[in-house]
């Protein structure tokens, strides 16, 4: 069945709330810029979603073709198989039926997606990479490390074949990876196309509104962190800095939104530390409830190792947060010192605090226009510029 002017998406998601984090917020960005025009291949987390063929689901007020490839719970973030290799494998597997359908272009935003499709022969594919790093580098799991180089040469060779390439990350980053596919990829044929902000739920609100809908007392200091509970995200290094500004301000809290393999270790560390009544895991969010807590906050921070354009700390600039943060890719792109934030080189607790508390002090209402014009209602027109559809 040609299905010409549709997009098609291939996802490792249900597209409405599972898994968490950057590839499901842009998937539901584009979901909202497009609408019917869309096709999905994803996962569901639905008890009666057939699995294996297509069939019409509707999410939200619009009815999809849509193709499960697994159905998974909601309540496991990490599963005995990792996902990257499941969906490469589902993909082969179903590659028959997948195929009944013929979308004129196909957008994709997983190297392991764009490399199992290979053999599909799509014409019209646009990737975007969400994260520029090698993702076997900061995988959940150990033994991946030990095939990053080979799996990231025969991704590059198959990126060759996409029609546009888009790259959520700035220019130091699509750099070193112009660089690490050793000429395969041109720096010309890279299109800088930072993360959407969905400004319908993201916005700045009356902060002693917000604090009395969550129970968070007015007089403290609330710090906030959000993604995935990972090592590469810094939690240690932020609960180390947390301990640290408690001298200096002794009444705040710390929050961590989101969900992730690490999750036992936090609340551990957390014990070990002695900052039960100071530190709190609130769990994974809906989007209008993350706002709610950023809304809620004094202050945003991260402390990760990598990073590609960070969608988090993003929805805490367009909310009016103040932040700080280390010197991931792209935090000097989205902070700018000392209006919105400050951005710390290297991770040393010292110096970090005393970011913390400089951010404190940034008049309010902090700088968010680099942000904001990377709204989701400009999304469309924004793909579209550099994307032509067959």
Sequence with gaps: MSQTKKILIIEFCNYEDYPTGGYLTFAKNLKKAFGNELIFVGITTEKNDPIGKWF???INECT?????LARYSKETTKHLIPDRLIVYLLL?????????????????????????VNSFNYENICYRFAGLDNPLSISKYRFA?????????HFFSSLQHSKTILASGDESAILDMVQ??????DRNSVTQFPTRIDTDIYYPSDKSDVR????????????????????????????????????????????FIGD??????????????????KVFLAGRKRPEDVALYLN????????????????????????????????????????KEGKNGYVINEHLVEPFVQGMVNALLIPKPIYNQNVKAFASNKLKSDLLTFWSLK
């Design 56 to 58: 019409k689901k509707q």
């Design 64 to 68: 999809y073709d849509y193709f499960a």
């Design 92 to 116: 082969k597997y179903y590659k028959k039926q997948i195929l009944e359908i013929n979308p004129g272009n196909v957008f994709i935003q997983r190297q392991e997606v764009l490399l199992s």
């Design 145 to 153: 490390s030990l095939l990053a180089r080979r799996f990231e040469n």
């Design 180 to 185: 690490r596919s050793n000429g395969l990829i």
């Design 212 to 255: 009395k809908g969550l129970g968070i007392k007015e007089s403290v200091t609330v710090i906030l962190t959000s993604g995935r509970l990972a090592w590469f995200k810094g939690w240690k290094f932020m609960i180390d800095s947390f301990e640290q500004f408690l001298i200096q301000k002794p009444d705040s809290l710390f929050y």
């Design 260 to 277: 992730g393999e690490d999750e036992f270790k936090i609340k551990e560390y957390i014990r070990y530390k002695n900052l039960g009544e």
């Design 296 to 335: 809620a906050a004094d202050e945003f921070i991260m402390g990760s190792y990598q990073e590609g354009w960070s969608t988090s700390l993003s929805e805490a600039i367009v909310c009016g947060i103040p932040s700080c943060v280390t010197n991931f890719h792209s935090a000097k792109e989205i902070i």
